[in-house]
C-alpha cells in the first residue's frame, strides 16, 4: 500500500473536524496539501471516505468503517511504542524462568509474586528444567534466568546464592521410624530408598550418594520417579523411604512424615544463574532485585561447581 501514517492521521483529524480548515490548523498544513492527502488516499483505498461540497465535509459509509479499523491500528502502534519505551528500561517484558523442584517448593514462589507487585509489567514465564539442563537452556536462549542446584564455573555466566535447606527423611506414617523424634542418615542405611530418575535428579543423587558413601553405605534404590510428586507419592504407599530438600515441608502431602537427619550438615544451595552480559532489560531488573532488595549474595569461589 502506497500511503502511510500521514494519509491516516490527517483523514481522522479530518473526520473529528469536519472542516478542511479547521483540520489543516491542527495539522500545521494548507487545505490544498491536505485535500491531496486525502485525494491520495482515497485513490489508495478505491472508495471515496469523505463527501465533500462547497460548505459541508461528510464522512462517507466506506469512510466511517475505514477510519474506524485505522483508529484501532493507530492505537496498537501508540502502544507499542509506549510497551518498546517501557521495555528498553526494564519496566516492561518477558522473563523466562526456569526451575528444578526444590527451587518451586521453596522461595521461588514468594520471589515471583515480590518482582511482580514492583514490576507488574514484566510477565514472568515460568518452565520447569532439571538442574543439569539449565546450562544449555540458558547458552540456546530458551531461559533467561535459572534457579537450579550448582552455581556455573564459567566467565560467560553470573550466580547467585538464593536459597539453602538442609536434608530431611521421608517416611511412610506406617514405618517404623516415623515416630521418632530424630533420626540420623544411618539409621536408614538397610532401607529401601525412592529417588528422582536419573535423567532428572543427577545432581542431587550424585550429591546424596557421596554423603552416603561418608557414611560408609551405598543405598539401595527400590524405586525411581521422575518428579516430587512420584516421589512423595511412592512414599507415601510404602515402596521406600526417600530425603529430600528441608523445602518439603511447605507441601502439604498426605501420608508422609518429614524428619531431620541429625547427622548430616550439608545443605542443599539453590543458585540463580543467567549469562552475562545481561540479554535484556527484563534480566538486568530481576537480577538487580535479587541482588539488592531480596538479599541474595555472589555465589563463593568454593561453592561453585560445574553444571
Not at 485535500?35 to 461540497?53: H, I, N, P
Not at 461528510?58 to 502502544?79: K, Y
Not at 536462549?141 to 527423611?169: C, K, M, P, Q, W
Not at 529401601?192 to 543427577?202: A, D, E, I, Q, R
Amino acid at each position: 500500500m502506497r500511503f502511510d501514517l500521514r494519509h491516516v492521521s490527517s483523514c481522522l483529524v479530518l473526520a473529528q473536524e469536519l472542516h478542511f480548515g479547521r483540520a489543516a490548523q491542527r495539522l500545521a498544513t494548507t487545505q490544498p496539501g491536505l485535500s491531496r492527502l486525502v485525494s491520495d488516499l482515497e485513490a489508495e483505498v478505491g472508495v471515496k471516505l469523505f463527501r465533500r461540497t462547497t460548505r459541508t465535509v461528510e464522512v462517507t459509509e466506506a469512510g466511517r468503517a475505514f477510519l474506524a479499523e485505522c483508529r484501532i491500528g493507530i492505537d496498537h502502534l501508540e502502544r507499542a511504542v509506549t510497551l518498546a519505551r517501557r521495555t528498553a528500561t526494564g519496566m516492561a517484558g518477558v522473563l523466562r524462568v526456569g526451575y528444578m523442584d526444590f527451587a518451586i517448593n521453596g522461595r521461588l514462589p514468594e520471589l515471583v509474586r515480590a518482582f511482580s507487585e514492583v514490576r507488574p509489567a514484566i510477565r514472568l514465564e515460568l518452565s520447569h528444567v532439571p538442574s543439569q539442563s539449565q546450562r544449555e537452556a540458558l547458552l540456546n536462549d530458551r531461559i533467561d534466568v535459572g534457579f537450579t542446584l550448582s552455581a556455573v564455573e564459567n566467565e560467560h555466566f553470573e550466580s547467585l546464592l538464593f536459597d539453602r535447606d538442609s536434608y530431611v527423611a521421608l517416611l511412610p506414617v506406617t514405618h517404623p521410624l516415623s515416630n521418632a523424634r530424630s533420626l540420623t542418615l544411618k539409621d536408614l542405611a538397610g532401607e529401601p530408598f525412592v529417588l528422582g530418575s536419573g535423567g532428572s535428579w543427577s545432581a542431587y543423587r550424585e550429591a546424596f550418594f557421596a554423603i552416603c558413601h561418608r557414611r560408609g553405605f551405598h543405598p539401595t534404590i527400590s524405586q525411581e520417579a521422575s518428579s516430587s510428586e512420584g516421589i512423595f507419592g511412592l512414599v507415601a504407599a510404602g515402596t521406600g523411604v526417600s530425603t529430600y530438600a528441608s523445602c518439603v515441608r511447605n507441601v502439604q502431602r498426605r501420608g508422609i512424615v518429614i524428619r531431620s537427619l541429625d547427622d548430616v550438615p550439608d545443605t542443599i544451595a539453590t543458585y540463580a544463574t543467567w549469562m552475562k552480559p545481561a540479554r535484556s532489560t527484563s534480566l538486568e531488573a530481576f537480577t538487580t532485585f535479587l541482588a539488592t532488595v531480596w538479599g541474595a549474595a555472589p555465589a563463593s569461589t568454593n561453592t561453585r561447581s560445574k553444571l
